[in-house]
């Protein structure tokens, strides 16, 4: 397997924590890891760091034990002690100072605050410096003064992009102090590169060019020499034993131990597989349809069984009115209509602040297959492979790792190059972690996106893209993510700013040579003519509290003329797309639109002012996605010999298309997930609930949407 996340050296070195298939394990340096805890699937274990005694390990769980349903820090145990809570209300990131009596720790937006865990008080440290992504995890000085961290200045108010510096917090004063390894030079990403103390206190290590490094560095954290690079393959996670003699790290999926120095490299063996779930029930089960679409054509057909053996469709025929066969199990959607499970083509893994409400949410809203376009690599396969073992529910994952950028970045997720050497390390990384996409970002330069493309098609068999419509096409990039986004060259726009577009944009996409995954911003006031949306118990008990309250706060007004107006214009830039034979599939950029809602709102979109037919419309939904990402043989119709992946909406969306968003359950790989049971997980008591509304989560969903990407009207908020 190669899921592994998030690995830390104990102090001792003789033991490494770590995160994998949605459990926390705690393995012995050449033994079998131990399960220490199991997240249950509707939830997510993340963020490993050790006591400094050894003798436990905190993480952070949305688990409901203990919890208000947000992210908490907790302590686990290694005698097999009760789990302690140290700190709710969503922390992550969790790390002891060297005494063990403050916790460092971040909330949703990136604060750094210290905490008492003996009193229960707290201190806000430092604000990050800009937005998109929370700032690396906090690394403690030896004498507990100071904090340092990796956070992004940004270096003008024409763009967002800035350098992933090194930040030191004067933990007493609140002082801070910024520095660069090198001019130039940003750390790979603000995830999983570090800095990270050395218990002496002599030096920082971290990843930059996608190599490991060490550098000295004085008392406060202040560079006391030049920085060494002691790798040349791909490095993520670097921890140190308690000595500062050793350093571990990450190199695709696989463990390393390394010497301070660069030598005495080698491979800490994790012995640990996993298996595709099947199905916990009879090996065949017949699903009565009372309306169903196959996704192959305009044809709805009334009263069908769907009989599925395993994971697989094995036929669709007329229903029987006779009881299932012996060792069939007959299932009820006389009611409901049963369509090819929903894609979104375009998301974002965002559990270290959602956790398992992310891949809930998109189940309970019909999504059985997401696409991230962007997202740190390990937590990307780790999200992968636990879908598929069915330790996480939610939707199966095409994943691909960080947005492959120059040396300015913007998101937490983007990783930064300014060398050859470095792209080098970045794409060997992809191939060996098998991404099922390649994407670049705006600040690549050509040189890197030809690489990139050459890489996914090469070595990979998959697609790639980027923002840029040109020169995208002309290095041989396959698509672009919207229609239009941030970009660094004016001359790759594809809109006007009256958002009309160019004659040349139809003409790349004519045909379908080159594709289009389109990101509907516009259609995000719609909320505004369906006020019913935010009333239901998805929006109000499984989303997040900071997208309820924005989707709340849409509800109250209306479609103004000028957002009317700006949907119109985009949907009939798709209409003559489409109409020309273009290839264009549908996606979110969720979390920045309300997960799983977000793509009901684009098909509502396409349906309504775009003039599709509710099948043209779910179609970009469904078997336009699987063909594009390579799966047109196994998803995106409901044919015999296709996977299990299907929806199953409590009403007529053919007839009345709001209906669609009323999911009643969905089929994932032959495996059944009720909207009901995912929604009652995330329902808490009175008393978290009254926590919950103690906090301003409106100004919290304005904070975690600052310096958007793509469109500044996503929410007026």
């Given at each position: 397997?190669?899921?592994?996340?998030?690995?830390?050296?104990?102090?001792?070195?003789?033991?490494?924590?770590?995160?994998?298939?949605?459990?926390?394990?705690?393995?012995?340096?050449?033994?079998?890891?131990?399960?220490?805890?199991?997240?249950?699937?509707?939830?997510?274990?993340?963020?490993?760091?050790?006591?400094p005694?050894?003798?436990?390990?905190?993480y952070?769980?949305?688990?409901?034990?203990?919890?208000?349903?947000?992210?908490?820090?907790?302590?686990?145990?290694?005698?097999?002690?009760?789990?302690?809570?140290?700190?709710?209300?969503?922390?992550?990131?969790?790390?002891?100072?060297p005494?063990?009596?403050?916790?460092?720790?971040?909330?949703?937006?990136?604060?750094?605050?210290?905490?008492?865990?003996?009193?229960?008080t707290?201190?806000?440290?430092?604000?990050?410096?800009?937005?998109?992504?929370?700032?690396?995890?906090?690394?403690?000085?030896?004498?507990?003064r100071?904090?340092?961290?990796?956070?992004?200045?940004?270096?003008?108010?024409?763009?967002?992009?800035?350098?992933?510096?090194?930040?030191?917090?004067?933990?007493?004063?609140?002082?801070?102090?910024?520095?660069?390894?090198?001019?130039?030079?940003?750390?790979?990403?603000?995830?999983?590169?570090?800095?990270?103390?050395s218990?002496?206190?002599?030096?920082?290590?971290?990843?930059?060019?996608?190599?490991?490094?060490?550098?000295?560095?004085?008392?406060?954290?202040?560079?006391?020499?030049?920085?060494?690079?002691?790798?040349?393959?791909?490095?993520?996670?670097?921890?140190?034993?308690?000595?500062?003699?050793?350093?571990?790290?990450?190199?695709?999926g696989?463990?390393?131990l390394?010497?301070?120095?660069?030598?005495?490299?080698?491979?800490?063996?994790?012995?640990?597989?996993?298996?595709?779930?099947?199905?916990?029930?009879?090996?065949?089960?017949?699903?009565?349809?009372?309306?169903?679409?196959d996704?192959?054509?305009?044809?709805?057909?009334?009263?069908?069984?769907?009989?599925?053996?395993?994971?697989?469709?094995?036929?669709?025929?007329?229903?029987?009115?006779?009881?299932?066969?012996?060792?069939e199990?007959?299932?009820?959607?006389?009611?409901?209509?049963?369509?090819?499970?929903?894609?979104?083509?375009?998301?974002?893994?965002?559990q270290?602040?959602y956790?398992?409400?992310?891949?809930?949410?998109?189940?309970?809203?019909?999504?059985?297959?997401?696409?991230?376009?962007?997202?740190?690599?390990?937590?990307?396969?780790?999200?992968?492979?636990?879908?598929?073992?069915?330790?996480?529910?939610?939707p199966?994952?095409?994943?691909?790792?960080?947005?492959?950028?120059?040396?300015?970045?913007?998101?937490?997720?983007?990783?930064?190059?300014r060398?050859?050497?470095?792209?080098?390390?970045?794409?060997?990384?992809?191939?060996?972690?098998?991404?099922?996409?390649?994407?670049?970002?705006?600040?690549?330069?050509?040189?890197?996106?030809?690489?990139?493309a050459?890489?996914?098609?090469?070595?990979?068999?998959?697609?790639?893209?980027?923002?840029?419509?040109?020169?995208?096409?002309?290095?041989?990039?396959?698509?672009?993510?919207?229609?239009?986004?941030?970009?660094r060259?004016?001359?790759?726009?594809?809109?006007?700013?009256?958002?009309?577009?160019?004659?040349?944009?139809?003409?790349?996409?004519?045909?379908?040579?080159?594709?289009?995954?389109?990101?509907?911003?516009?259609?995000?006031?719609?909320?505004g003519?369906?006020?019913?949306?935010?009333?239901?118990?998805?929006?109000?008990?499984?989303?997040?509290?900071?997208?309820?309250?924005?989707?709340?706060?849409?509800?109250r007004?209306?479609?103004?003329?000028?957002?009317?107006?700006?949907?119109?214009?985009?949907?009939?830039?798709?209409?003559?797309?489409?109409?020309?034979?273009?290839?264009?599939?549908?996606?979110?950029?969720?979390?920045?639109?309300?997960?799983?809602?977000?793509?009901?709102?684009?098909?509502?979109?396409?349906?309504?002012?775009?003039?599709?037919?509710?099948?043209?419309?779910?179609?970009?939904?469904?078997?336009?996605?699987?063909?594009?990402?390579g799966?047109?043989?196994d998803l995106?119709?409901?044919?015999?010999?296709?996977?299990?992946?299907?929806?199953?909406?409590?009403?007529?969306?053919?007839?009345?298309?709001?209906?669609?968003?009323?999911?009643?359950?969905?089929?994932?790989?032959?495996?059944?997930?009720?909207?009901?049971?995912?929604?009652?997980?995330?329902?808490?008591?009175?008393?978290?609930r009254?926590?919950?509304?103690?906090?301003?989560?409106?100004?919290?969903?304005?904070?975690?949407?600052?310096?958007?990407c793509?469109?500044?009207?996503?929410?007026?908020?």
């Amino acid at each position: 397997m190669r899921g592994v996340h998030l690995p830390a050296l104990s102090p001792d070195g003789r033991s490494v924590a770590f995160v994998a298939l949605n459990t926390l394990w705690v393995m012995p340096v050449g033994a079998r890891p131990r399960a220490l805890v199991r997240g249950i699937p509707s939830r997510y274990v993340q963020m490993p760091s050790w006591a400094p005694d050894g003798r436990s390990v905190l993480y952070a769980y949305d688990g409901p034990a203990g919890g208000d349903g947000l992210i908490s820090v907790r302590r686990a145990r290694l005698d097999g002690g009760a789990d302690e809570v140290l700190a709710t209300g969503g922390r992550v990131n969790p790390v002891l100072s060297p005494d063990g009596t403050r916790l460092a720790c971040q909330d949703t937006t990136g604060n750094l605050i210290v905490r008492d865990p003996a009193a229960g008080t707290e201190r806000t440290l430092a604000a990050p410096l800009g937005a998109n992504g929370l700032p690396g995890p906090p690394s403690w000085s030896p004498d507990g003064r100071y904090l340092a961290f990796c956070d992004r200045n940004r270096l003008n108010g024409r763009f967002r992009e800035g350098y992933n510096l090194i930040r030191v917090i004067d933990t007493g004063s609140g002082a801070s102090t910024v520095h660069l390894p090198l001019p130039h030079a940003s750390l790979s990403d603000r995830g999983t590169a570090g800095p990270v103390w050395s218990p002496d206190g002599t030096h920082m290590a971290f990843i930059m060019e996608s190599a490991l490094w060490v550098m000295p560095v004085g008392p406060d954290g202040a560079p006391a020499g030049e920085p060494r690079r002691i790798t040349d393959e791909a490095a993520d996670h670097p921890s140190w034993s308690g000595d500062s003699r050793t350093l571990l790290y990450q190199c695709g999926g696989r463990l390393r131990l390394i010497g301070r120095d660069g030598t005495g490299r080698r491979t800490v063996d994790v012995p640990l597989e996993y298996r595709r779930r099947t199905p916990a029930r009879p090996a065949v089960i017949r699903v009565h349809a009372g309306r169903f679409w196959d996704g192959t054509g305009e044809t709805v057909r009334e009263d069908v069984d769907l009989v599925i053996h395993g994971n697989r469709i094995s036929a669709v025929e007329p229903h029987r009115a006779a009881a299932a066969r012996s060792g069939e199990r007959l299932v009820d959607a006389s009611r409901c209509t049963v369509i090819p499970g929903l894609w979104d083509s375009h998301t974002h893994p965002y559990q270290n602040i959602y956790g398992g409400r992310q891949t809930s949410l998109m189940l309970a809203y019909g999504v059985t297959t997401q696409v991230s376009l962007g997202g740190f690599a390990h937590e990307a396969v780790r999200i992968r492979e636990s879908v598929t073992a069915g330790t996480t529910a939610g939707p199966r994952l095409f994943a691909t790792g960080e947005l492959i950028d120059g040396s300015r970045v913007a998101y937490s997720m983007g990783r930064a190059h300014r060398t050859r050497d470095g792209v080098r390390r970045t794409l060997e990384r992809a191939v060996e972690l098998d991404y099922d996409f390649v994407k670049t970002y705006v600040r690549a330069p050509g040189w890197i996106m030809r690489e990139a493309a050459r890489t996914a098609h090469e070595k990979l068999g998959v697609p790639s893209g980027s923002h840029l419509l040109s020169p995208g096409i002309n290095v041989g990039q396959d698509l672009t993510t919207h229609l239009q986004a941030t970009q660094r060259a004016e001359y790759g726009r594809a809109l006007s700013p009256t958002g009309r577009a160019y004659q040349d944009v139809y003409e790349t996409y004519r045909g379908g040579g080159f594709q289009l995954i389109v990101t509907p911003f516009t259609a995000t006031p719609l909320i505004g003519a369906d006020p019913s949306l935010a009333d239901d118990p998805r929006v109000t008990t499984l989303m997040a509290p900071w997208d309820a309250a924005l989707v709340k706060s849409a509800a109250r007004t209306p479609p103004t003329a000028g957002q009317t107006l700006a949907l119109t214009r985009e949907m009939a830039v798709y209409r003559r797309i489409l109409a020309d034979d273009g290839t264009l599939a549908l996606g979110t950029d969720a979390p920045l639109t309300p997960t799983g809602l977000g793509l009901h709102l684009g098909l509502r979109a396409l349906h309504r002012t775009g003039g599709l037919t509710p099948a043209e419309a779910l179609r970009t939904a469904t078997v336009i996605p699987a063909r594009l990402f390579g799966a047109g043989d196994d998803l995106g119709t409901l044919e015999p010999g296709r996977l299990a992946d299907l929806t199953v909406i409590d009403g007529n969306p053919f007839q009345d298309f709001d209906d669609l968003v009323r999911t009643a359950w969905v089929m994932r790989d032959g495996v059944m997930y009720h909207r009901n049971d995912l929604v009652d997980e995330f329902s808490t008591g009175s008393e978290e609930r009254r926590a919950l509304d103690r906090t301003d989560w409106l100004d919290v969903s304005r904070e975690l949407r600052r310096e958007p990407c793509c469109a500044d009207h996503v929410f007026s908020g």
